[in-house]
């Protein structure tokens, strides 16, 4: 089956057909650093490097571009409250920002370009974009006229007649219609600003990403993704940019992630419910909170709750136990030949199964439940007086490819309790033979208060941390 996905331009999921066999080249929009980074921008970072994983599952090379805006207004109001220069605050909040998403297991991008250092490319661009006809110079602004450009709206389905009735020229603009905007503006006193052919300044919003993705990824890419609220104006104004200034598609697949909730209410500052990524990671497992951003197919909002999330948590842990569970039989298991290939055949039909799930539009939430029924059935094959080690492996490397696809990692074994605490098990287990069961309970205790949980099994005594 092929990877289908939904493309945003076409309103429809379409067969992913890469612009150079075995190769994929993504781009994807990323934060505006003058602040921690909130769990909004957490969910396109997790998504969309479930999405580069799955290629690369699937045997793809892949392209994963993502930038930082490192200069704009937000950020300049942050450095002047802050006392402190514009490149001084955004390289703290690039850091943060990778150590946040570095946490979640998001891999290293191939490239991160910054806005600073694509400043030459975004002047050429701009330049160009003037000579074509399609913006134009204003005291020291330059702005782009969508008016020019053909098909203006086709990606957020709306005509340039209604984008026209929502638009207005606010106070200080220079722009000849209500829809034209900055490419570039003229530097206020006291801004950080670049030379440039219309005088100091800066790069408008939108045109970064389009001089981005032609000087790394070329002129049209395969897909270029983000959230939801970026399909307009930001995405629109890419293409515009770029099809004008390139004459060709610009992007063959556009993918947007859904809305984060929280408690059913939209996630804003005035509404005093903004959480920051890194206070939950303080907070919790940051791979329970991939899982649960996981858990819900991309496209749709997410309503985050505690309560939800502590259900992640357990869900993630029955998962994980079932892997231990597989490596702890694993030592007493023999090469069964007469039953391997029964339960071969079964986690092959699985093993398909995940990817049917996963080529219809990455649903992860669906990819999921095939994960449990796997661990589900795993647990049933541990009942068995005799377990074979080729099926105990096949059931641990079928775990971890689909944890690999969505970015969780099976933790190491525990190391080895020190002689103090073997000593405890070791005299509850006698305590045990010997039907003292107060003392068992009170050694129980006793290691529970060490963080170190038992767990009574056919094969004997297992213990984990807590």
């Given at each position: 089956m092929?990877?289908?996905?939904?493309?945003?331009?076409?309103?429809?999921?379409?067969?992913?057909?890469?612009?150079?066999?075995?190769?994929?080249?993504?781009?994807v929009?990323?934060?505006?650093?003058?602040?921690?980074?909130?769990?909004?921008?957490?969910r396109?970072?997790?998504?969309f490097d479930?999405v580069r994983r799955?290629?690369?599952?699937?045997?793809?090379?892949?392209?994963?571009?993502?930038n930082?805006?490192?200069?704009?207004?937000?950020?300049?109001?942050?450095?002047?409250?802050l006392?402190?220069?514009?490149?001084?605050?955004?390289?703290?909040?690039?850091?943060a920002?990778?150590?946040?998403?570095?946490?979640?297991?998001?891999?290293?991008?191939?490239?991160?370009?910054?806005?600073?250092?694509?400043?030459?490319?975004i002047?050429?661009?701009?330049?160009?974009?003037?000579?074509?006809?399609?913006?134009?110079?204003a005291?020291?602004?330059?702005?782009?006229?969508?008016?020019?450009?053909?098909?203006y709206?086709?990606?957020s389905?709306?005509s340039?007649?209604?984008?026209r009735?929502?638009s207005?020229?606010q106070?200080?603009?220079?722009?000849?219609?209500p829809?034209?905007?900055?490419?570039w503006?003229?530097a206020k006193e006291?801004?950080i600003?670049?030379?440039s052919?219309?005088g100091?300044?800066?790069p408008?919003w939108?045109?970064?990403c389009?001089?981005m993705?032609?000087?790394?990824l070329?002129d049209?890419i395969?897909?270029?993704?983000?959230?939801?609220?970026?399909?307009?104006?930001h995405?629109?104004?890419?293409?515009?940019?770029?099809?004008?200034?390139?004459?060709?598609?610009?992007?063959?697949?556009?993918?947007?992630?859904g809305y984060?909730n929280?408690?059913?209410?939209?996630m804003?500052?005035?509404?005093g419910?903004?959480?920051?990524?890194?206070?939950?990671?303080?907070?919790?497992?940051?791979?329970?909170?991939?899982?649960?951003?996981?858990?819900?197919?991309?496209?749709?909002?997410i309503?985050?709750?505690?309560?939800?999330?502590?259900s992640?948590e357990n869900?993630?842990?029955?998962?994980?136990?079932a892997?231990?569970?597989?490596?702890?039989r694993?030592?007493?298991?023999?090469?069964?030949?007469?039953?391997k290939?029964?339960w071969?055949?079964?986690?092959?039909?699985w093993?398909q199964?995940?990817?049917?799930?996963?080529?219809?539009?990455?649903?992860?939430?669906?990819?999921i439940?095939?994960l449990f029924?796997?661990t589900k059935?795993?647990?049933?094959y541990?009942q068995?007086?005799?377990t074979?080690?080729?099926?105990?492996?096949?059931?641990q490397?079928?775990i971890?490819?689909?944890l690999n696809?969505?970015?969780?990692?099976?933790?190491e074994?525990q190391?080895?309790?020190?002689?103090?605490?073997e000593?405890l098990i070791?005299?509850?287990?006698?305590?045990?033979k010997a039907?003292n069961?107060e003392?068992?309970?009170?050694?129980?205790?006793?290691?529970?208060d060490?963080?170190?949980?038992l767990e009574?099994?056919p094969?004997?005594?297992?213990?984990?941390r807590g």
């Amino acid at each position: 089956m092929s990877i289908k996905i939904y493309n945003t331009l076409t309103g429809q999921k379409e067969v992913f057909k890469p612009l150079n066999e075995g190769k994929v080249s993504i781009y994807v929009c990323g934060p505006t650093v003058y602040n921690y980074i909130h769990i909004g921008n957490a969910r396109p970072a997790i998504v969309f490097d479930t999405v580069r994983r799955y290629f690369e599952y699937k045997g793809f090379t892949v392209d994963y571009v993502l930038n930082f805006t490192d200069v704009d207004d937000k950020l300049i109001k942050a450095a002047n409250e802050l006392g402190e220069e514009v490149p001084e605050v955004a390289g703290r909040f690039i850091d943060a920002y990778l150590e946040d998403v570095g946490a979640l297991g998001v891999k290293k991008a191939t490239r991160n370009p910054r806005v600073t250092e694509t400043m030459d490319d975004i002047i050429q661009f701009i330049e160009k974009l003037i000579e074509k006809g399609y913006a134009y110079e204003a005291e020291g602004d330059v702005y782009f006229k969508p008016r020019q450009f053909d098909g203006y709206g086709k990606l957020s389905h709306q005509s340039i007649d209604e984008l026209r009735a929502g638009s207005r020229i606010q106070v200080g603009e220079k722009k000849k219609d209500p829809l034209d905007f900055a490419l570039w503006k003229q530097a206020k006193e006291g801004e950080i600003a670049w030379d440039s052919p219309w005088g100091k300044g800066r790069p408008g919003w939108h045109i970064e990403c389009s001089a981005m993705v032609k000087k790394y990824l070329g002129d049209t890419i395969d897909i270029h993704a983000g959230g939801q609220d970026l399909a307009f104006p930001h995405h629109e104004n890419e293409i515009a940019q770029s099809e004008a200034m390139n004459g060709k598609t610009f992007a063959n697949y556009w993918m947007h992630n859904g809305y984060i909730n929280i408690d059913n209410e939209k996630m804003s500052k005035s509404l005093g419910n903004f959480v920051l990524t890194r206070d939950l990671i303080n907070q919790h497992d940051p791979q329970v909170l991939r899982f649960f951003m996981l858990s819900v197919h991309y496209r749709h909002p997410i309503n985050f709750t505690e309560e939800l999330l502590k259900s992640a948590e357990n869900s993630l842990e029955r998962i994980t136990t079932a892997y231990d569970n597989l490596a702890h039989r694993k030592a007493s298991s023999m090469d069964l030949v007469d039953h391997k290939d029964r339960w071969m055949e079964k986690i092959s039909n699985w093993k398909q199964q995940f990817e049917d799930e996963m080529d219809d539009d990455f649903n992860t939430a669906n990819g999921i439940s095939v994960l449990f029924d796997v661990t589900k059935e795993a647990n049933v094959y541990l009942q068995s007086h005799q377990t074979c080690s080729h099926v105990i492996e096949a059931f641990q490397e079928t775990i971890q490819s689909f944890l690999n696809v969505l970015g969780i990692e099976i933790k190491e074994d525990q190391p080895l309790l020190d002689e103090d605490i073997e000593a405890l098990i070791e005299e509850r287990n006698e305590a045990r033979k010997a039907r003292n069961f107060e003392r068992a309970d009170e050694i129980r205790d006793m290691l529970k208060d060490k963080n170190i949980l038992l767990e009574d099994t056919p094969q004997g005594v297992r213990w984990k941390r807590g």
